[in-house]
């Protein structure tokens, strides 16, 4: 099993119709085949900036490289990711 | 349900016996009376440094709280985690 997280911090003000619209969107990557146990989250830690986290599980690493190169991620990223997040983190873990 | 994480990197040697003295420390915590759902987990993305991720659940903020007061957490924060982490973050996630 890999997790893999995605922390991060919009462009949008809180609240606003851009921020829904950019979760919203980002709903379409729990539907992609290798994708597992897909949460989107709100980050409430005083001790980061990051506003959100996207959490979403592998069962190994080719189920992770079809992810990253299926069209519908690609086109995620470049059409709302790049130009929406402000700042970002990506975190990787598997079972220690 | 608050899940409350940290990622962070050891001033050991990776592989070290001080390495896993110390993560074999930090499974005390999973013992806790209102911790749930309690990982160690390796972190494997490269595009950040750190090594190492704990993950816990709390029912809610009280029972977080309960955790951080809790003297079996002081005490591994205070013996273990000021002297042995090089770096680390927290991050904490609710439901969206």
């Known amino acids: 099993m890999i997790?893999?997280?995605v922390v991060f911090?919009?462009?949008?003000?809180?609240?606003?119709?851009?921020?829904q619209s950019f979760l919203?969107?980002?709903?379409?990557l729990a539907d992609l085949p290798t994708v597992q146990r897909f949460e989107q989250l709100r980050q409430v830690?005083?001790?980061?900036s990051f506003q959100f986290g996207f959490s979403m599980e592998?069962?190994?690493?080719?189920?992770?490289?079809?992810y990253n190169v299926h069209p519908v991620h690609e086109q995620f990223v470049r059409e709302?990711?790049?130009?929406?997040?402000?700042?970002?983190?990506?975190?990787?873990?598997?079972?220690?």
């Open 9 to 19: 911090r919009l462009k949008h003000a809180p609240g606003s119709v851009e921020e």
């Open 24 to 28: 919203q969107g980002g709903r379409a």
């Open 58 to 66: 592998f069962d190994d690493q080719a189920a992770y490289d079809a």
């Open 80 to 96: 709302r990711w790049q130009s929406e997040v402000e700042d970002f983190m990506e975190i990787d873990y598997i079972p220690l």
């Open 3 to 5: 997790r893999h997280t």
């Open 45 to 48: 830690s005083p001790k980061n």
